[in-house]
């Protein structure tokens, strides 16, 4: 089993957020900011020293829960940073962007780190597409499009164009080109049926980045396997992605309350916005096609605010406790799932940055090693 160390980047200094979106940045103080930026640069660096085998950056807008705007300026500075870890991008939102400058900054990255890159294309969470204004029931043909796009740009060797429904291009030569052949690894979010039908259909890793549904997650990655053998291949173990907000300690007591604490206030106060523009996006678009999915969505978010920490982890929706407790979660979450990456996120809302340090070093010393044969 590989691991990727997660991190979104929340602010971390603020009482209680608007319910509406987008929320206002009265509460952010750049002079403050400049000093997390660098603590969580060199949080993530850290998770090399660790046994973390990859990195993984994300990309979020308007919201306090994630200050990562731009993931591939953080990759650059992960890559001087880092010797061996992949730096993983998950990633990119890439119907909201401009899928050439997508294309050359990955492989600017890849050639940079020496072909350490893992190219995530992300779709993005639905409110997302309010602030960049493009249209939610958009999203999975311009996805669709630009990942052709994309692919096309790192492999065709002479001048091309291209004319599509949303993209319209004379001529397309990029420089540089990937290191890795034919191109980098592609990592999709396959956190619903649609997108996981999607991510096997494009030879993709599937990721479902955080847990928040069991059932859901065995449905995905049976999906997942399905889709691919249609298309003529088969996944292997690391190319199935899933992740856990995680906390270890020596006291399993101590991991709870700052686990505990650290989701109270992701979910009730930095997540407060984002959900209700998230709800009202699923329910006035397409952005989900099924309405299945959409009911769905709907119940998941109203669970996960009030669910305790003891739910959580009996659910195997959190991995938290000693590192032999953790352990023990993991292979019962490899038992269930089959999965070859664990991406595990310890900064979850506002656990201090010393807690987090003190748990990736256990996680280091007594748990990767413990459960990387799986």
């Known amino acids: 089993m590989q691991f990727n160390y997660f991190h979104l980047m929340p602010w971390t200094d603020i009482e209680e957020t608007d319910k ?21 640069m060199d949080t993530m660096a850290y998770a090399e020293e660790c046994g973390f085998d990859w990195i993984g950056c994300n990309e979020h807008h308007f919201s306090p829960y994630g200050l990562m705007s731009n993931c591939n300026l953080v990759g650059a500075v992960l890559i001087q940073k880092t010797k061996t870890a992949r730096i993983a991008m998950l990633g990119n939102l890439v119907p909201l962007l401009n899928p050439l400058r997508v294309a050359e900054e990955y492989a600017m990255l890849d050639v940079m780190s020496g072909g350490r890159l893992i190219a995530g294309f992300m779709r993005g969470i639905p409110h997302e597409y309010v602030a960049y204004n493009i249209p939610p029931n958009e999203s999975w043909a311009r996805l669709e499009e630009a990942t052709e796009l994309i692919i096309k740009a790192w492999t065709e060797p002479e001048p091309f164009g291209w004319e599509g429904k949303f993209y319209k291009y004379r001529a397309v030569s990029i420089w540089p080109r990937p290191i890795q052949q034919p191109h980098p690894p592609i990592l999709m979010s396959a956190s619903s049926p649609e997108s996981a039908r999607f991510a096997a259909k494009h030879h993709a890793k ?35 992605l899933v992740g856990a907000h995680t906390f270890v300690d020596e006291d399993p007591e101590v991991a709870k309350k700052y686990l505990g604490d650290g989701l109270e206030y992701f979910y009730h106060v930095l997540f407060g916005g984002p959900r209700t523009a998230q709800r009202l996006v699923v329910q006035g678009t397409r952005y989900y096609e099924e309405d299945a999915n959409r009911e769905r969505l709907a119940a998941r978010l109203a669970s996960l605010r009030q669910t305790s920490i003891n739910e959580r982890i009996e659910n195997h929706m959190v991995l938290c406790g000693t590192p032999d407790m953790v352990i023990d979660q993991i292979k019962a979450l490899h038992d269930e799932l089959g999965h070859g990456v664990m991406n595990i996120n310890m900064k979850i809302g506002n656990i201090p940055d010393d807690a987090v340090l003190s748990s990736m070093k256990l996680w280091g010393e007594h748990v990767a090693p413990e459960v990387r044969s799986l």
């Open 20 to 40: 509406d979106w987008p929320v206002p940045n009265r509460a952010f103080v750049p002079e403050r900011a400049t000093g997390l930026y660098n603590t969580y």
């Open 206 to 240: 599937m990721g479902m980045v955080m847990l928040t549904d069991l059932d859901m997650a065995r449905d995905c990655i049976r999906i997942y396997k399905e889709t691919a053998r249609e298309y003529g291949w088969e996944p292997a173990v690391d190319d199935i």
